[in-house]
């Protein structure tokens, strides 16, 4: 892994009578961009709250850019975007107007703002209401002007907490493509429901769930995992009872299960390494002279990673 960009040991948040946050600790590399899920209630918001400084933990530490964000909060904030679940702006200003001021804020030269607030109305597509009052805005391009205020400095590191929340379709799509165009040149920390959205743009995915990180790696990796090992779906004209008996011969099977559909019967074979047997699959049915119309690896999808390591977890009351 390159050089660290987030480093969170044992951080702790309590509240009376509730602990929201629990012994969590992770790394996010420079230039990653990591997705970070939970269920309601998980504690995915106060995380991101203590990492932008928002939020005191009660115990443990957490480092940006090596900077302690309890201890060093200003430094920290200088090299941070970040997009809360509920976007604070100023109603009354125009997009331009409210821009500027955010960038001044910030710390931009007068020169460095005009150009930053340019870029960033394009990158976010403000481009066109740059002259339109924030609070006459749809929810869609309020969520796009937070979005342009948290990089219009330019950070490091990008937490975004919910970013297409309020999007349509087409707006979701031109988010994630800057989210994934940030990379390497910024870190993004990205939390959302939208777990499709996740599987399409996190090289790396933290699952927490209680409190708890319960899973942090690839998609990949966390399939193959949680799967065991691999299983490959094959459609073959003919019975059970005549082809079950010959896939069991093949290396690694374990289990294979059957749904006959007319004279085709769909199997479901389930291996107990991590090999691809559909090379060995196919010269079985070449072999044996049967006619195959579908053969192909099955896997799991972010949705069912997601349930079975959060499965049981309720919405808080």
């Given at each position: 892994?390159?050089?660290?960009?987030?480093?969170?040991?044992?951080?702790?948040?309590?509240?009376?009578?509730?602990?929201?946050?629990?012994?969590?600790?992770?790394?996010?590399?420079k230039g990653e961009v990591v997705g970070f899920l939970?269920?309601?209630?998980?504690?995915?918001?106060?995380?991101?709250?203590?990492?932008?400084?928002?939020?005191?933990?009660?115990?443990?530490?957490?480092?940006?850019?090596?900077?302690?964000?309890?201890?060093?909060?200003?430094?920290?904030?200088?090299?941070?975007?970040?997009?809360?679940?509920?976007?604070?702006?100023?109603?009354?200003?125009?997009?331009?107007?409210?821009?500027?001021?955010?960038?001044?804020?910030?710390?931009?030269?007068?020169?460095?703002?005009?150009?930053?607030?340019?870029?960033?109305?394009?990158?976010?597509?403000?481009?066109?209401?740059?002259?339109?009052?924030?609070?006459?805005?749809?929810?869609?391009?309020?969520?796009?002007?937070?979005?342009?205020?948290?990089?219009?400095?330019?950070?490091?590191?990008?937490?975004?907490?919910?970013?297409?929340?309020?999007?349509?379709?087409?707006?979701?799509?031109?988010?994630?493509?800057?989210?994934?165009?940030?990379?390497?040149?910024?870190?993004?920390?990205?939390?959302?429901?939208?777990?499709?959205?996740?599987?399409?743009?996190?090289?790396?995915?933290?699952?927490?769930?209680?409190?708890?990180?319960?899973?942090?790696?690839?998609?990949?990796?966390?399939?193959?995992?949680?799967?065991?090992?691999?299983?490959?779906?094959?459609?073959?004209?003919?019975?059970?009872?005549?082809?079950?008996?010959?896939?069991?011969?093949?290396?690694?099977?374990?289990?294979?299960?059957?749904?006959?559909?007319?004279?085709?019967?769909?199997?479901?074979?389930?291996?107990?390494?991590?090999?691809?047997?559909?090379?060995?699959?196919?010269?079985?049915?070449?072999?044996?002279?049967?006619?195959?119309?579908?053969?192909?690896?099955?896997?799991?999808?972010?949705?069912?990673?997601?349930?079975?390591?959060?499965?049981?977890?309720?919405?808080?009351?």
């Amino acid at each position: 892994m390159s050089e660290p960009m987030i480093e969170v040991r044992h951080l702790t948040k309590r509240y009376a009578g509730c602990t929201a946050v629990a012994d969590v600790s992770f790394t996010v590399a420079k230039g990653e961009v990591v997705g970070f899920l939970g269920p309601n209630g998980a504690g995915k918001t106060t995380t991101l709250r203590m990492l932008a400084c928002y939020l005191p933990a009660s115990q443990g530490e957490a480092r940006v850019v090596g900077f302690d964000v309890f201890r060093h909060s200003l430094e920290v904030r200088r090299r941070i975007g970040y997009l809360p679940e509920s976007t604070p702006l100023y109603p009354e200003m125009r997009v331009d107007e409210y821009l500027q001021f955010r960038a001044r804020l910030k710390g931009l030269p007068a020169r460095r703002r005009r150009e930053r607030v340019g870029e960033v109305k394009e990158l976010c597509g403000l481009t066109d209401v740059g002259h339109r009052i924030v609070g006459q805005l749809s929810k869609g391009y309020r969520q796009r002007v937070g979005l342009a205020d948290a990089l219009v400095h330019d950070p490091e590191l990008v937490i975004l907490d919910e970013p297409t929340i309020g999007l349509d379709p087409n707006q979701i799509r031109h988010v994630r493509d800057l989210i994934k165009s940030l990379a390497p040149r910024h870190t993004v920390l990205l939390s959302t429901h939208i777990l499709a959205e996740v599987e399409l743009t996190c090289q790396r995915v933290l699952i927490i769930n209680r409190g708890q990180i319960v899973a942090a790696d690839t998609p990949d990796k966390l399939r193959t995992r949680l799967q065991g090992g691999r299983e490959v779906v094959a459609e073959i004209r003919g019975s059970k009872s005549e082809i079950a008996p010959q896939l069991y011969q093949l290396p690694g099977v374990a289990r294979v299960t059957a749904d006959a559909a007319g004279e085709w019967t769909q199997f479901r074979v389930e291996c107990s390494g991590h090999e691809d047997i559909r090379q060995l699959l196919f010269e079985a049915a070449a072999r044996n002279g049967w006619s195959l119309r579908e053969l192909r690896q099955e896997k799991q999808s972010l949705e069912d990673i997601f349930a079975a390591l959060t499965r049981g977890e309720q919405e808080p009351t």
